[in-house]
């Protein structure tokens, strides 16, 4: 009886302060997309100017948006995120079909587009042709996917080494490129596409992904009603003067117009500041790094899966636990066949890595946008009740800049298809589009099926 009370009174200890919040954070957010997105923004713009804009312009919505999420966790700390989020504010329905949409288009896709950065930077180490991207790809989901099937968790420790390294190798490409400058080339605005300033900032959100996972440090830090706004706002800050930084090194080397036919960009940078030797050991880096993210993607990814299995019938296979090696063994099979499914139909495009941004980003909008939401609702249900640790400064203006730009962003990742990338990856949106909606009848069935059941 006691141990029960101790359990139940069990909470989590704030020990966290400010400094330790904002390194968790940017850990959280910089990943391997810094070293592939900025080729596909240069792309997508008119001039250095713009480029660099889009780039402060994604540290300012990244800011708004883990301000909404802050209090969205204060609400409802226990577990499952936007699942938790949307099941409570909009209900069932919309929560089975944001979790079926994560399963088959915005986890899966997230791990084969990583897994695409890999190959590109592998293929700088030994290339393996003109699929060797893809081939690396493939060989990474199917390597992790067995790692995780016979129990092996990622290091935490390795992880820190690995984000250090990470950063230390941006700041080195970064501060290089400026000294080396660009060489002798044609005006980079004429060389650039230009005129896709919504696709561009789909390319550099996704970059800054990763800070509504540092919104649920809430309940470890300590004076969170005051300190979680500090690390909300200098670890975004911190994100984005690096991000900064980064891309005025990669502009100074390359230009844009180099920028805009690099595959590899960093790599491409390193090669002119260090040679060859300084190319490869960058594209190691990256390549580690890539594998790291991926391992911690294909791990969670499949206990969401798992979770969805358990919660609904219609998919009970995905929920079972396999003892030996204590795994989510089906979902993680699940999750690799899609995951693979997706990385042979990404080798059909120009660039895999593009492809599978088209595939997941209406998807990924559509629910963040309906994430930003709730919030509206949570707070229309107050009546007075006890609020939460967190709330969202500058309410409604903030969530409502962030909802408009989710909006937004909803419009231009559809509005792909008529970009200058659209004839090569139109059927890329379309596809994530389709098998979104494909989850509103298999929601009916389950539905029905777990009427029949009780």
């Not at 810094?34 to 923004?41: E, Q, R, T």
């Amino acid at each position: 009886m006691d141990r029960d009370k101790k359990e139940v009174a069990a909470q989590p200890r704030q020990l966290l302060s400010v400094f330790d919040g904002v390194f968790l954070m940017v850990g959280m957010v910089i990943g391997v997309g810094i070293f592939k997105a900025p080729s596909v923004v240069a792309a997508s713009v008119s001039s250095g100017t713009e480029f660099l804009l889009a780039w402060l312009a994604g540290g300012v919505i990244s800011l708004a948006g883990a301000l909404v999420y802050a209090e969205l966790s204060a609400r409802h700390p226990d577990t499952g995120g936007e699942y938790a989020f949307i099941l409570r504010g909009l209900g069932r329905g919309t929560a089975f079909l944001f979790a079926w949409s994560r399963i088959t288009v915005i986890q899966t896709g997230a791990i084969a587009a990583v897994a695409f950065v890999f190959g590109d930077y592998a293929t700088q180490i030994v290339p393996l042709g003109p699929h060797g991207a893809a081939i690396y790809a493939g060989l990474g989901v199917i390597g992790l996917t067995a790692l995780n099937l016979a129990g092996t968790l990622q290091s935490k420790g390795l992880q820190k080494v690995m984000e250090s390294l990470l950063v230390l190798g941006l700041v080195s490409v970064a501060v290089g490129g400026i000294v080396v400058g660009a060489p002798a080339q044609p005006a980079a605005q004429g060389a650039s596409a230009g005129g896709a300033y919504g696709l561009a900032m789909i390319f550099v959100l996704l970059t800054y992904g990763g800070w509504n996972e540092a919104a649920y440090l809430g309940g470890e830090v300590r004076e969170p009603k005051k300190n979680m706004t500090r690390i909300l706002v200098w670890g975004i800050v911190a994100v984005t003067a690096l991000y900064m930084l980064v891309n005025l090194g990669y502009l100074a080397a390359l230009g844009l117009s180099g920028m805009k036919d690099s595959k590899a960009v960093a790599a491409d940078v390193m090669r002119l500041i260090a040679g060859e030797k300084g190319a490869v050991i960058l594209a190691v880096i990256v390549c580690v790094s890539a594998f790291t993210t991926m391992n911690a993607a294909i791990f969670t990814g499949a206990r969401a899966s798992y979770a969805f299995g358990r919660d609904f019938a219609l998919f009970a296979g995905l929920g079972r636990w396999r003892e030996a090696g204590s795994t989510p063994a089906t979902a993680l099979i699940w999750q690799g066949v899609v995951t693979l499914l997706l990385v042979v139909a990404s080798t059909f495009t120009p660039d895999g890595f593009s492809a599978m941004v088209a595939y997941t980003s209406p998807v990924f909008w559509t629910f963040f946008l309906l994430t930003g939401v709730t919030l509206f609702i949570f707070r229309a249900r107050d009546d007075g009740r006890a609020q939460p640790g967190f709330r969202t400064p500058g309410y409604p203006l903030v969530p409502l800049a962030f909802c408009a730009m989710c909006a937004y962003m909803l419009y231009s990742s559809i509005d792909f298809i008529r970009g200058p990338y659209g004839p090569s990856f139109g059927m890329a949106v379309l596809g994530g589009i389709a098998i979104m909606a494909a989850g509103l009848p298999l929601y009916l069935v389950s539905n029905k099926r777990q009427r029949g059941l009780e």
